[in-house]
T-cell receptor
Framework: AQKVTQAQTEISVVEKEDVTLDCVYETRDTTYYLFWYKQPPSGELVFLIRRNSFDEQNEISGRYSWNFQKSTSSFNFTITASQVVDSAVYFCARPRPGANSKLTFGKGITLSVRP | DADVTQTPRNRITKTGKRIMLECSQTKGHDRMYWYRQDPGLGLRLIYYSFDVKDINKGEISDGYSVSRQAQAKFSLSLESAIPNQTALYFC??????????????FGAGSRLTVL
């Protein structure tokens, strides 16, 4: 199976620190999508971003930015000036090979932002 | 009201009991999914359905069954619950969209404890 690896399991930072969440994926596809989802303490999963493999430009949305590098099969997520509300579990995901819509998720990274 | 509604939100049951988790959606999406979340394991796909007449096994379907009663309803059953089925269960939906590009909309989750 083509995996999604989130090697970090737990990260703890102090508010206002920058933090990067790593995601490494395996793929034999030439075209694919990558996703990040957030699971706050309330439990629901919230979509953050979808990136097409054709587009290697970094994405920035407010304090969030994503660095996609096909050469290293990585799709890392950086939170700038972290806030307590950023505390959550973050999942990287990609569709299974040849499988429309069926996402394979990484194991998730638990981020704790302390005041 | 939530786009994807799961009931019950919490359930404690005993080994051997039959349990049904229900999911309904107002997104108008054709595709529905059941995932299971365990600590440290991320989300794993149990079953998915691309339309009312289509039911497919995911990576961990043993011990589970599903029913797609209508476009908007997809239920997950545990015929004889066992303790290692204790987990957080998520229903999700997506539209058809481009191959592999579908964003999942998740329900709030159903926490099941099997004693």
């Amino acid at each position: 199976a083509q995996k999604v690896t989130q090697a970090q399991t737990e990260i703890s930072v102090v508010e206002k620190e920058d933090v990067t969440l790593d995601c490494v994926y395996e793929t034999r596809d030439t075209t694919y999508y990558l996703f990040w989802y957030k699971q706050p303490p309330s439990g629901e999963l919230v979509f953050l971003i979808r990136r097409n493999s054709f587009d290697e430009q970094n994405e920035i949305s407010g304090r969030y930015s994503w660095n996609f590098q096909k050469s290293t099969s990585s799709f890392n997520f950086t939170i700038t000036a972290s806030q307590v509300v950023d505390s959550a579990v973050y999942f990287c995901a990609r569709p299974r090979p040849g499988a429309n819509s069926k996402l394979t998720f990484g194991k998730g990274i638990t981020l704790s932002v302390r005041p | 009201d939530a786009d994807v509604t799961q009931t019950p939100r919490n359930r404690i049951t005993k080994t051997g009991k039959r349990i049904m988790l229900e999911c309904s959606q107002t997104k108008g999406h054709d595709r529905m999914y059941w995932y299971r979340q365990d600590p440290g394991l991320g989300l794993r796909l149990i079953y998915y359905s691309f339309d009312v007449k289509d039911i497919n096994k995911g990576e961990i379907s043993d011990g589970y069954s599903v029913s797609r009663q209508a476009q908007a309803k997809f239920s997950l059953s545990l015929e004889s619950a066992i303790p290692n089925q204790t987990a957080l269960y998520f229903c999700a939906t997506s539209d058809r969209g481009a191959r592999g590009a579908n964003v999942l909309t998740f329900g709030a989750g159903s926490r099941l404890t099997v004693l």
